[in-house]
T-cell receptor
Framework: AQSVTQLDSQVPVFEEAPVELRCNYSSSVSVYLFWYVQYPNQGLQLLLKYLSGSTLVESINGFEAEFNKRQTSFHLRKPSVHISDTAEYFCAVRYDRGSTLGRLYFGRGTQLTVWP | AAGVIQSPRHLIKEKRETATLKCYPIPRHDTVYWYQQGPGQDPQFLISFYEKMQSDKGSIPDRFSAQQFSDYHSELNMSSLELGDSALYFC???????????????FGSGTRLTVV
């Protein structure tokens, strides 16, 4: 079975604290990995992606994620969060082989709430 | 930069009515994907088109149909609407040529369908 697991449905943190949103996937083939952010009543915005090469990828607003093939994980981290980071975060995977080429499989999402 | 345009943004329909959602991909993108996101749920893949041909099919009800036209825009037609069809419907587009086969996804802001 192919799936994406986000281990935490809700993560509350205080402003300027570090945060990690966990994502694990299951796959027997190569994958491409993505993190999307969704603000209330808005669409999905690509935060960062791993396609190949360096396993550590970064976004322009301070988030980073590391692809760990051995642990089949793609956890999202930020060393110091801001209130504006409050949003729903979705981890997604696309498989590199087979008839579902192109389709994204999403995790159930993690609601990050940053408190002042 | 041009983004994926979806219309309408909001749509209210009664049970058993028909709805048509439209998606205009980014210029030169040749692939369109449709996703459904129920309240509090992760996005679920419905269907995709590449060069106006259906390329992949997910959990799309038989009451739904979709197509991609010669100008690459796509329409999702939903008939005999049910209360459970109330959701946010996303369209995404990508290009196999521009991104060298790695499928950079761009999502639209979505159409919120409410069935009453």
């Amino acid at each position: 079975a192919q799936s994406v697991t986000q281990l935490d449905s809700q993560v509350p943190v205080f402003e300027e604290a570090p945060v990690e949103l966990r994502c694990n996937y299951s796959s027997s083939v190569s994958v491409y990995l993505f993190w999307y952010v969704q603000y209330p009543n808005q669409g999905l915005q690509l935060l960062l992606k791993y396609l190949s090469g360096s396993t550590l990828v970064e976004s322009i607003n301070g988030f980073e994620a590391e692809f760990n093939k051995r642990q089949t994980s793609f956890h999202l981290r930020k060393p110091s969060v801001h209130i504006s980071d409050t949003a729903e975060y979705f981890c997604a995977v696309r498989y590199d082989r087979g008839s579902t080429l192109g389709r994204l499989y999403f995790g159930r999402g993690t609601q990050l709430t940053v408190w002042p | 930069a041009a983004g994926v345009i979806q219309s309408p943004r909001h749509l209210i329909k009664e049970k058993r009515e028909t709805a048509t959602l439209k998606c205009y991909p980014i210029p030169r993108h040749d692939t369109v994907y449709w996703y459904q996101q129920g309240p509090g749920q992760d996005p679920q893949f419905l269907i995709s088109f590449y060069e106006k041909m259906q390329s992949d099919k997910g959990s799309i009800p038989d009451r739904f149909s979709a197509q991609q036209f010669s100008d690459y825009h796509s329409e999702l037609n939903m008939s005999s609407l049910e209360l459970g069809d109330s959701a946010l419907y996303f369209c995404a587009s990508s290009s196999r040529i521009i991104t060298g086969g790695n499928y950079g996804y761009t999502f639209g802001s979505g159409t919120r369908l409410t069935v009453v």
